[in-house]
Every structure is written in structure tokens, then in C-alpha cells.
């Protein structure tokens, strides 16, 4: 039997991620065919102070192209507007953790800016794949608009071949016609055109748990409560029950709406609104929910960690850090164990990846870094010292 024409449409995120007055906001709007409840700074506050204050979803539909039309016959782009202010920090990385592609917006009248800085950091811990826009051209002088392109264009691409993994990613230089009353959007076609030839096929696995990040919770009058969000893993279906971990509750999905069409089954990397009866929406916000049984709270976890190159500072057992799992946030005291495959004093080294119950984890003070490691690795051992002398 043929699938539904919606069950055809494969669903990309695209994070829109930049320094605040960058115009992400424009971008999103000019590149927008389709709104949802939270879009373009709908919201009181956002509206009085002019910047974007939280996630904002939109979207856009183009053909599949050819090499997946046997699956799909659409690709919608759904795209997350993310904050740019510094204080905002923990809501853009909760954006970060539900995309596919990223696209840096870059005001080319102010070049990197601090928390450009800060969405590269992310990006480079987060994603593979990324799209560099240089916005408001239009603001530039007609006659050094092509010259200042191009240095910038220059400038970027050693800063991003030196300070990431992204050196060779795309860059276009556009205008949405926000800015200047003197010229409506460039480039903006081209802009898509870059997108959809960026496109890669992410894995969807629709077995298993499902688990839904919630960004946005609120009452309808006569009908219930709608969380909205992204499906993080397996799949949900209207008439299924499903658990709210945070509030010990569980409800039954009464109706379900990707950008206010009706939709009967949502899969991972979907965005999807969830009506459900007697959920009090006072009390959630931001959270999980999932199929019953599947996300437990737990008072400790091993994980693997590593350095963000930029992060200066030491790594010490005994310090606070945040942990962020989707758009939640938790503060977590961290103790350190590594393998002593690189033992040097009452030092070891940490062995990224998976915890191995076979193997004898050993506690350190501090987490060493690459450097550090290789400059001991290179000094004669104090065995071998002790064994000459």
C-alpha cells in the first residue's frame, strides 16, 4: 500500500544561530512558508525589547531531490530561530541539540562578534554541518559591496579553517530587504539553492522509545493542553499514552498538528504539537516527555567527557558544572576516572568513549589536556630515571 503523502515529507531542522542584531530573525521570516504557534518573536516580551528571547519555529518546503524521491517526495526545513543575546546561552544550546544543519548568521557590517564566537564553539561540538550567511549587504556602499564581500568572505574562511572544522563550508552573502529601504532581498535563492545541495540524509530510526524534547507548553480553551517540540527518538502516534517523567503523569494524545495540519504519526526529527486532556499546563514548560518507563531520573551517571578547546580553565574533581539535556538544565558535581594507560605521577590520562565494565578506572585530580599529555608521554619516565641511576 502507497504511504500517506504527509508520511512522505522528511523533515530537516536547520538551527538559525548568531550574534544578537544579526537578523536571524529576517531570515527566517524571508525564507518562511509556513508558521507555527511560536514564530518571529510572537512572544509580549520579545516583542517589547526587540530580540529574539526564545526558540522560534518556521518553515519551508522544497522537492525532494532526486536521489531520495523514492522515499520522499518534500523536504521541509523547519527552522529554529535560536536567541543570539549572551544570557540566553542554555536555550540556544537547547536548540543546538535538535538540529540537523546550522546556519551562522553573520552581520557583515560587524563581522565575528562574541557570540558568533560562542554559536562556532557549539557548532563545532554539536553538528557537521553548517552554512555561513553574511547578512545585510544592502547596507554596504553599491561600490564596495563586491570588494568588502570578498574579504570578508576571505577572512572567514581562515578563521574558520584555523578555529574549526568547518573551513570549507559554504558561505553567502544575502540581504532580506529588512535593513534597507533602498534594495528588497539578494541572493536569497541562492541561499536555498546552498541548502538543499547541503543536504544530507540523517538517520531516522522510528523503533524504540519514543522521546520528545517539549519547547513550548500552553492551554487551549474546550480542547486541552498542547506541548510542542521535537521527536528526539523513536516514533508517536494520535490515541497513544505517553509519560511526562518531570510531573510523574501520564495522558493520552487526543490530536496531533505538524504546523497546524492534522497528522496521525510523527517520527525522530519531527516537530509536532501533542493535544492532550487534563495536563496542567502551569506546570509544565520546558521538559520530556516519552513512551511510559523510558527516561528515569538518576542522582549519578559515568559519562565520557572531553575538552572544548576553547575551555581554558582546569577540569577538577570536586567542581560544579551545568548539564544540559535538551532544554533542560541541571547543576552536577563532577569526580574524574581514567584508564592508567598514561600514568605520570599521581596523574592519568582520560580515555574517551564508552565505559568498559572490564576495565580498572583509576580516580585523578585534574583532567589533563592533549598537550600536557603528549609533553609527558615525550620526558623519560621516572621508573626509567630511577632504573639508570
Given at each position: 500500500m502507497t504511504e500517506p503523502a504527509r508520511e512522505r515529507i522528511l523533515n530537516i531542522n536547520v538551527g538559525i544561530l548568531g550574534h544578537v542584531d544579526s537578523g536571524k530573525t529576517s531570515l527566517a521570516k524571508a525564507l518562511s512558508t509556513l508558521q507555527s504557534t511560536a514564530s518571529f518573536d510572537r512572544s509580549p516580551q520579545s516583542q517589547t525589547r526587540g530580540i529574539t528571547l526564545d526558540l522560534g519555529f518556521s518553515a519551508f518546503l522544497l522537492p525532494a531531490p532526486e536521489s531520495i524521491a523514492d522515499k520522499y517526495d518534500q523536504i521541509q526545513y523547519t527552522l529554529v530561530d535560536c536567541p543570539g543575546h549572551a544570557s540566553l546561552i542554555k536555550t540556544i544550546i537547547g536548540g543546538a541539540q535538535?538540529?540537523?544543519?546550522?546556519?551562522?548568521?553573520?552581520?557583515?557590517?560587524?563581522?565575528?562578534?562574541?557570540?558568533?564566537?560562542?554559536?562556532?564553539?557549539?557548532?563545532?561540538?554539536?553538528?557537521?554541518?553548517?552554512?555561513?550567511?553574511?547578512?545585510?549587504?544592502?547596507?554596504?556602499?553599491?561600490?564596495?559591496?563586491?570588494?568588502?564581500?570578498?574579504?570578508?568572505?576571505?577572512?572567514?574562511?581562515?578563521?574558520?579553517?584555523?578555529?574549526?572544522?568547518?573551513?570549507?563550508?559554504?558561505?553567502?552573502?544575502?540581504?532580506?530587504?529588512?535593513?534597507?529601504?533602498?534594495?528588497?532581498?539578494?541572493?536569497?535563492?541562492?541561499?536555498?539553492?546552498?541548502?538543499?545541495?547541503?543536504?544530507?540524509?540523517?538517520?531516522?530510526?522510528?523503533?524504540?522509545?519514543?522521546?520528545?524534547?517539549?519547547?513550548?507548553?500552553?492551554?487551549?480553551?474546550?480542547?486541552?493542553?498542547?506541548?510542542?517540540?521535537?521527536?528526539?527518538?523513536?516514533?508517536?502516534?494520535?490515541?497513544?499514552?505517553?509519560?511526562?517523567?518531570?510531573?510523574?503523569?501520564?495522558?493520552?494524545?487526543?490530536?496531533?498538528?505538524?504546523?497546524?495540519?492534522?497528522?496521525?504519526?510523527?517520527?525522530?526529527?519531527?516537530?509536532?504539537?501533542?493535544?492532550?486532556?487534563?495536563?496542567?499546563?502551569?506546570?509544565?514548560?520546558r521538559g520530556i516527555a516519552c513512551s511510559p518507563g523510558a527516561v528515569i531520573e538518576v542522582p549519578a551517571a559515568i559519562v565520557a567527557i572531553a575538552r572544548v578547546e576553547f575551555f581554558k580553565r582546569s577540569i577538577r574533581s570536586g567542581a560544579k558544572f551545568h548539564v544540559t539535556i535538551g532544554h533542560q538544565t541541571a547543576l552536577a558535581t563532577i569526580q574524574l576516572f581514567g584508564t592508567p594507560s598514561d600514568v605520570q605521577g599521581t596523574h592519568t590520562s582520560v580515555e574517551y568513549g564508552s565505559f568498559d565494565f572490564d576495565k580498572e578506572y583509576q580516580y585523578q585530580t585534574e583532567m589533563l589536556d592533549e598537550a600536557t599529555l603528549e609533553e609527558w608521554r615525550s620526558e623519560p619516565s621516572s621508573s626509567s630515571s630511577s632504573s639508570s641511576s
Open positions: 535538535i538540529i540537523d544543519m546550522m546556519i551562522l548568521v553573520i552581520d557583515i557590517t560587524e563581522g565575528i562578534q562574541t557570540q558568533t564566537a560562542e554559536c562556532l564553539v557549539i557548532g563545532n561540538i554539536l553538528m557537521d554541518n553548517m552554512i555561513v550567511v553574511l547578512n545585510k549587504i544592502d547596507l554596504l556602499p553599491p561600490e564596495k559591496r563586491a570588494a568588502t564581500i570578498k574579504k570578508m568572505t576571505s577572512r572567514l574562511r581562515k578563521t574558520l579553517a584555523a578555529k574549526s572544522k568547518f573551513g570549507e563550508c559554504p558561505i553567502v552573502a544575502i540581504s532580506t530587504g529588512q535593513f534597507s529601504k533602498a534594495s528588497g532581498a539578494e541572493n536569497l535563492s541562492e541561499l536555498v539553492d546552498t541548502i538543499q545541495g547541503a543536504l544530507r540524509l540523517p538517520d531516522r530510526y522510528t523503533e524504540g522509545d519514543f522521546v520528545f524534547a517539549i519547547d513550548h507548553c500552553f492551554p487551549i480553551k474546550g480542547q486541552g493542553t498542547v506541548v510542542t517540540g521535537t521527536v528526539l527518538s523513536g516514533s508517536v502516534a494520535q490515541g497513544d499514552m505517553i509519560e511526562f517523567p518531570a510531573q510523574k503523569v501520564q495522558k493520552k494524545i487526543k490530536s496531533m498538528q505538524m504546523f497546524k495540519k492534522p497528522v496521525a504519526r510523527a517520527v525522530q526529527g519531527d516537530r509536532v504539537g501533542m493535544c492532550m486532556a487534563q495536563l496542567d499546563a502551569g506546570a509544565l514548560e
